[in-house]
């Protein structure tokens, strides 16, 4: 398999608004993932990146959500230059991650966040029932890792929900056009979404279900009026070249039964009769 590795990291997005049709995008993402959000049941659910945070899943069942952040290694050198707590340093962190609190019609909750790496979860194993990655994978530098960081703490039967660039799309091919060359959605990794899908089955994921949204470049806003109907008409009748995708997958761990050695059962003895033995003699003398 070839991998996913990338030397140089790519540029990070503060928050939705980085993107020209953030908004828009956030939106659908956020439609999506709202729908899956309602099967997922348990005690907590672990959203990773900037971008996640910003997904309002208050439809879930699982009340108990954590903000998983990138943490601000600029920030962290100053504290370390200045010598101060680490305590202090992550609270700073998080509050400057967090600096636009709110973006559209969604607020986060500081008093669940966590500034940290996502391929190094601060979590236990099986500790976690849920998990998003809005478009998380898209500007890792290694999304191997923080997939397998998400297959060692969530639980079993557990749920994954992945949104993600399509780069069979007008967005895709936008990415190598000279438009807007300064944005962050540039710097985007757009996996395609057999090879996300291909890398959880290999982790012991199974795909539940997958859903196209948003027909366009990506890089411009939609102002035509008549673009939700064509939006319908191609997510019915060409799906395969829809800008964002997003899969929910499910943990699949089977048990293994205990399989118990076979008993070496003694052969049953029985007497040998007198007729028998007297026609096996007569037997013996002719």
Not at 86 to 97: D, G, P, V, Y
Not at 178 to 204: C, E, M
Request: charged share 20%; net charge positive; hydrophobic share 35%.
């Amino acid at each position: 398999m070839k991998s996913a590795f990338k030397a140089k990291p790519p540029r990070y997005p503060t928050n939705w608004g980085d993107f020209p049709a953030g908004e828009h995008i956030r939106t659908a993402v956020n439609t999506v993932c709202s729908d899956y959000a309602e099967r997922i049941f348990g005690y907590h659910f672990a959203k990773l990146g900037t971008l996640s945070a910003e997904i309002n899943l208050d439809s879930s069942p699982i009340r108990h959500h954590i903000n998983h952040v990138p943490f601000d290694s600029e920030l962290s050198g100053q504290c370390e230059l200045n010598g101060a707590d680490t305590n202090t340093c992550e609270s700073k962190a998080s509050s400057h991650a967090f600096k636009d609190c709110e973006y559209g019609d969604v607020k986060k909750s500081r008093g669940n966040t966590i500034v940290g790496q996502s391929h190094r979860l601060p979590f236990s194993e099986n500790s976690i029932d849920g998990f998003l990655l809005a478009n998380e994978l898209d500007f890792a530098q290694d999304p191997h890792e923080i997939l397998r960081e998400v297959d060692r703490v969530i639980t079993q039967n557990g749920y994954v929900i992945i949104s993600g660039f399509n780069p069979l799309s007008l967005a895709g091919i936008a990415k190598y056009l000279p438009v807007k060359r300064g944005n962050v959605l540039h710097d985007a990794r757009f996996f395609t979404s057999y090879r996300i899908k291909d890398w959880l089955q290999l982790l012991g994921f199974e795909i539940v279900e997958q859903r196209q949204v948003l027909f366009s470049t990506l890089f411009f806003q939609q102002r035509w009026k008549g673009a939700v109907k064509l939006q319908e008409y191609l997510a019915s009748y060409l799906p395969w070249c829809s800008a964002v995708y997003v899969i929910l997958a499910k943990k699949r761990v089977i048990p293994m039964t205990a399989i118990k050695p076979k008993r070496n059962l003694k052969p049953s003895f029985s007497a040998v009769g007198a007729s028998v033995r007297a026609s096996t003699l007569n037997h013996s003398r002719r």
